[in-house]
C-alpha cells in the first residue's frame, strides 16, 4: 500500500474506461480483467479543450532525477538538509573490512581524481548489471557463487492491431488501458498477464501546444493499439555478467527460445481481436511473435534474493557476509515475475528505509 501511494497509483479512471471493462468482462468471462496500474496522473479537466480525455501527463512514469533535483530545490529534512549529490562520478569499488563496508570509491569525472566518501550504510542500486560489477571489483565475499549469474529478463509476445473506426467500443479520441489474465489456478497462481493498450498515441508523447497535438493525431488517424502478454521467468544461472580492465562490462544471456503458453495466449489474441471487431483476418492466423533476445529494463537477478550459502543477498537485501552493506535493484530477485517489477522494488526499498532507520 506504501509503495502504491508512492508511486500514485491511479484509482480514479474515466467513465468509458469503467464500461469497456464491464463489457469486456461479461464477452471474455474465463479471464480476469482489471484497469492497468498506472501512476503520475492529472484527472481530466471540465475546462480541457482537446476532444476525448486524455491524460495531461503521460502515465506509468517514476524519475529517480527529478525526485531527488525537486528534493534539493527545497530546504528541510524532506529536502535537501541530509542529501547530498554528486555528480559526474563514476564509482568504481567499495573498500570493506572484516563484516563492514567503509568507502565507497569513485572517479571524479570533471576533475579526473579519485575520491573516497564514507557511510554508515552502504547501499548499491546501480542497476542489474552495474550492481554485480561494482560488487566483484570489489571482493566481496559472497559463498554462493552467485555474484553476477543468472542475469534474466522475462518473456514477452505482443501484437499491434488497429480498431476500426467504425467500431461502436471506440473512437479516434477514446482511449484505455487494460489488464487481462487466466483465472487463478488452485495454487494462486498466474501463468500470463495480457496487457492491452488502446488508442496509446495519448501515452506516446506529450504536448502542450493543442496545434502540434491536432496536427500529430489528426481525427482520420487509424487506432492503433497493442496487446502485449508477459511471462514469468527463473533466473538462468548460464548468463552471466563480468567487469573487465577496460571499464565495460562483458555479458552473456542466452537466446530466449521459450513460447511458454503459445496455444492459451493465441486464443486469447484472436478473442480479443474479434471482441474490437478487427477486420486484418491475418492476425488470426498469424501468431504472436515472442522475443528472442532479453533487453534492459526487466532484467534483474544478478544478485539474487536468498539463503546463506544460496544466494548474495539476504530476504533484507543485506549482503551475507557483511553488517551494513546492502543493494536495492532489480539485481536481489530471485526470479523475474510476470508484472512490471517497478512497484515491488518500490516496496522493498520502502522497507530497506525502515530497516536502517530502526538501527
Avoid at 136 to 158: F, P, R, V
Wanted: hydrophobic share 35%; aromatic share 8%; net charge neutral.
Amino acid at each position: 500500500w506504501r509503495a502504491e501511494t508512492l508511486f500514485r497509483k491511479r484509482t480514479e479512471y474515466s467513465e468509458f474506461e469503467k464500461e469497456l471493462k464491464r463489457k469486456m468482462q461479461s464477452a471474455l468471462g474465463d479471464y480476469s480483467i482489471e484497469h492497468t496500474p498506472r501512476s503520475l496522473h492529472t484527472v481530466q479537466s471540465r475546462l480541457l479543450l482537446r476532444k476525448g480525455s486524455p491524460d495531461e501527463i503521460p502515465t506509468g512514469t517514476f524519475s529517480t532525477a527529478a525526485l531527488l533535483l525537486n528534493s534539493m530545490s527545497h530546504p528541510g529534512l524532506a529536502g535537501s538538509d541530509h542529501l547530498t549529490i554528486n555528480l559526474n562520478h563514476l564509482v568504481t569499488h567499495i573498500e570493506v573490512a572484516g563484516r563492514r563496508a567503509l568507502k565507497v570509491f569513485c572517479q571524479d569525472l570533471l576533475h579526473n581524481r579519485q575520491r573516497a566518501y564514507r557511510g554508515k550504510y552502504i547501499i548499491l542500486a546501480a542497476g542489474a548489471t552495474e550492481s554485480p560489477c561494482i560488487a566483484i571489483q570489489s571482493n566481496i565475499l559472497d559463498k554462493s557463487g552467485k555474484m553476477g549469474i543468472g542475469l534474466t529478463d522475462h518473456q514477452n509476445a505482443e501484437l499491434l492491431f488497429e480498431i476500426p473506426r467504425s467500431s461502436p467500443l471506440f473512437s479516434s479520441n477514446d482511449h484505455a488501458k487494460l489488464l487481462l489474465h487466466p483465472k487463478l489456478n488452485s495454487k494462486g497462481e498466474n501463468k500470463y498477464s495480457c496487457e492491452l493498450a488502446l488508442n496509446w498515441k495519448f501515452w506516446d508523447v506529450r504536448y502542450e501546444d493543442d496545434d502540434l497535438w491536432d496536427a500529430k493525431f489528426p481525427d482520420d488517424e487509424p487506432i492503433k493499439s497493442t496487446i502485449k502478454f508477459t511471462f514469468g521467468n527463473r533466473l538462468n544461472d548460464k548468463n552471466w555478467i563480468k567487469p573487465t580492465t577496460s571499464g565495460k562490462s562483458r555479458v552473456y544471456v542466452e537466446p530466449m527460445k521459450e513460447c511458454p503458453f503459445e496455444e492459451n495466449v493465441n486464443q486469447l489474441k484472436n478473442e480479443v481481436l474479434s471482441f474490437f471487431g478487427v477486420k486484418d483476418k491475418s492476425l488470426f492466423t498469424t501468431g504472436l511473435k515472442y522475443r528472442e533476445r532479453a533487453e534492459t529494463y526487466h532484467s534483474g537477478g544478478s544478485l539474487r534474493m536468498g539463503d546463506h550459502g544460496k544466494a548474495v543477498v539476504d530476504s533484507h537485501l543485506r549482503f551475507h557476509e557483511y553488517d551494513n552493506l546492502y543493494c536495492c535493484d532489480l539485481s536481489v530477485f530471485p526470479d523475474i515475475p510476470l508484472a512490471n517489477p517497478s512497484l515491488t522494488l518500490g516496496a522493498l526499498a520502502l522497507r530497506l528505509a525502515e530497516d536502517i532507520k530502526q538501527k
